[in-house]
């Protein structure tokens, strides 16, 4: 880990260090070790919060207002089919109590990148044929590092997260990594789990063989 400090270091907001690029190797480490960059101008900031906001994509919680837009199908997903609009959405997309995106120009590409190389994977959600929501993150080992979500229609990104967590658990996934606790996703199954048992996961992961078959869908 010569190119980041101990994730243990980081203070009490998870802040662990600045400075360097978005490289594809570097950004590699940094996932593998529960490492991301969050910045919205000047260096680069990386962070490693805890305890973690994790959803075991087996126990994802669906609502019963959920359920019924599930068996009425009501949206129609896809996988990697729109990457970039994905990412362009959740990087323009107003959130409350927000007046800035830490989806930079560099974070952008960066992300374009690690989808060319075939790490960094798309959710799209559709309703009446036009892109109503949708998700991205990266897929490394059996672990899914969940970035950011958007939704244009009501429920949409719930909808699509929820099929995510079916089709990882199909897969044999074991987790998605929702970096920081949100209503959102605790609505949505979310457990906080302590620094030690999420680094035991990541180390375990290390070791997993990439899991890709999901994705060529």
Known sequence: MSSFPHPFLADEFGFLAYGGS????????????????????????????????????ERVHISKSMNKLLRRGVFKTTLNQRFEEVVAHCATIRRKGSESTWITGE????????????????????YNEQLAGGLYGLALGRIFYGESMFSLVPNASKYGFIHLCQSLSQSGYKLIDCQQKTDHMMSLGGEMMSRKNFWQCLKENMLADHHTVIWSH
């Open 22 to 57: 978005l490289n594809i190797p570097r950004m590699l480490l940094a996932y593998h070790c529960g490492i991301f960059p969050w910045y919205s101008r000047g260096p680069v900031c990386w962070f490693f919060t805890s305890p973690r906001c994790v959803v075991v994509p």
């Open 107 to 126: 974070v952008y590409r960066a992300f374009m990148n690690l989808h060319k190389l075939g790490y960094a994977h798309s959710v799209e959600v559709w």
